[in-house]
């Protein structure tokens, strides 16, 4: 099912996924901050620990990862309508921190 909102996906949908399969995030421990612009958009933190995650919303004192993105990339990004790898060579997506963490991010999203 497409998510219609950044919202949607770190509310909704994501938390689920993991909920249905922790595997998802295995391997991955760390904080991340997804800085969503636009009307749509917002500030979410993802503190993920021993195959944990908690959402919440609003920015994280010290992320290991900062992802930023505008609210209809991000939402046409989640639904697969926009490749990963060809919105951060574009500049629509937009990562600082620990690069090798955030490569683990694929199988997440």
Known sequence: MAIEQPRD??????PQKVKDD????EGFNGVL??????DQGGTWTL???DKVLNVKAGPHEKPDIL??????DF???IN????????FMTGKLKVKGNMQLAMKLQKLI
């Open 22 to 25: 922790p595997n998802k995030v």
């Open 33 to 38: 901050t997804f800085q969503i612009n636009g």
């Open 80 to 87: 697969g309508k926009l490749n990963g790898q060809m919105a």
């Open 47 to 49: 503190e993920i620990r």
């Open 9 to 14: 996906w770190f509310e909704k949908d994501l």
């Open 75 to 77: 939402v046409n990004f």
């Open 67 to 72: 992802v930023t993105m505008k609210d209809m």
